[in-house]
Each structure stands twice: as C-alpha cells, then as structure tokens.
C-alpha cells in the first residue's frame, strides 16, 4: 500500500516564487491535513479538508492555500513564497481524526531563499 | 484554547534504563490523547491512543502512558531503553466534541539513547 505521498521530497524557491505541495493518498480516507514542522515548534495545522469540496484554515493558514477537488488529493499551494515558509510540510490523511490515527507522508524539506 | 505541554525538549538515557517523556494537557474536559514518534527523515508514526477506555494504554515497541486526569497528564513511559528509540516524540490532543481539524501537537521531546 503507498498510504499517504508527497511530492517533491526536497525544493528550493526563490522569494516571490509560486508553486504547489502535492499530496494523494490510496486509502479512501475523508479527512486530510497540511502540517509544517519547525525546530522547536512542534507542529502547525496549516489547512485541512473533512472531505471533497469542504476545506478550512488551521493554526498558520496565511500564504497558503489549498482545494479538495477529489477524495484522494489534497494539493497545497504557496502563492508568493517567503523566507519564513522555509520548513518541512508534512500531508496527513485518516478516515476520523479523533478515534483513528493520522497516517502521514514522508514530507517536503522547502528552503525559499 | 486547547493545548498540550511537553516537559523537556531534549532527554538522553542510557541503553536499557526507563524512559519516560512527560505530557500535560490543558482542557476542564479530557481529550483524546496521543503520542507519535518521528524517526530521522520520515513521517510521524502512532506510538499509541488514549480515547477513555482503561487509563493504562500500551503501545507498540513497549511503550505505554497512562490517563491521569487529576494531574491533567499523559506520560509515556519505558521500561528499559533501547538503541532504536532514539527519535523524537510528540504528544497530541484532540478536544472532545470538537472539529475533525483541531489535533493540537506538543513541541516534541527528542530522546537520545546512549550505549
């Protein structure tokens, strides 16, 4: 089973760049989520999705976003990129976020410069 | 607002002595609880859950927390350290009765193991 994917794994941008997180998942899964991980700051729900056509913003949604077109995909655009969204983006899917596990992908190192 | 405390960000045992990794969470309703592991460049991964069924939950690798709601805390404990727990832990919580968007991570506790 490829659970949850991201892509790429590693991407450098320059400030004012745009460009888009990619992530699917193969288990059917209705909820799915964004997270930024910093030293020291555990991490951030950036957006999240209860299933296709319904998104909202979590904790640090500004510069972000995001659409559900389809149960599987979950795309997170940077529309303008910032030194400060230098980070590790992790994507996270599961069928019911308070009794069942987040399954989570193997996340995205972008450094804007 | 929710929010979950995680005692120490760095803990360094030694192979075969106790872990433990200390969790608090602030809510006048118990939430559900968790812990996740994070090994070097992957994913977090469910270490395990607490959703108020027995206070004691165990997990896998031999871990286990326990539920004490007097002290609003979700310790995670190990009996003897091993090389290959060395990763970084993090704490969650998820109000009751809340959205499907709000699990809340702590900061995360790197545990180092020495031989």
């Known amino acids: 089973n490829a659970g949850v994917t991201q892509t790429p794994k590693f991407q450098v941008l320059k400030t004012g760049q745009s460009m888009t997180l990619q992530c699917a998942q193969d288990?059917?899964?209705?909820?799915m989520s964004w997270y930024r991980q910093d030293p020291g700051m555990g991490l951030r729900l950036i957006h999240y999705?209860?299933?296709?056509?319904?998104?909202d913003q979590g904790e640090v949604p500004n510069g972000y976003n995001v659409s559900r077109s389809t149960t599987e995909d979950f795309p997170l655009r940077l529309l303008s990129a910032a030194p400060s969204q230098t980070s590790v983006y992790f994507c996270?899917?599961?069928?019911?976020?308070?009794?069942?596990?987040?399954?989570f992908g193997n996340g995205t190192r972008l450094t804007v410069t | 607002a929710q929010s979950v405390t995680q005692l120490g960000s760095h803990v360094s045992v030694s192979e075969g002595a106790l872990v433990l990794l200390r969790c608090n969470y602030s809510?006048?309703?118990?939430?559900?609880l968790f812990w996740y592991v994070q090994y070097p460049n992957q994913g977090l991964q469910l270490l395990l859950k607490?959703?108020?069924?027995?206070?004691l939950v165990k997990g896998i690798n031999g871990f286990e927390a326990e539920f004490k709601k007097s002290e609003t805390s979700f310790h995670l404990t190990k009996p003897s350290a091993h090389m290959s727990d060395a990763a970084e832990y993090f704490c969650?919580?998820?109000?009751?009765?809340?959205?499907?968007?709000?699990?809340?991570f702590g900061k995360g506790t790197k545990l180092s193991v020495k031989p």
């Open positions: 996270a899917s599961t069928q019911e976020v308070n009794n069942s596990p987040l399954h």
């Open positions: 288990m059917n899964h209705e909820y």
């Open positions: 999705s209860v299933g296709a056509g319904i998104t």
């Open positions: 809510s006048s309703v118990p939430p559900y």
């Open positions: 607490y959703t108020s069924a027995a206070t």
């Open positions: 969650a919580v998820s109000p009751r009765g809340g959205s499907q968007g709000n699990l809340i």
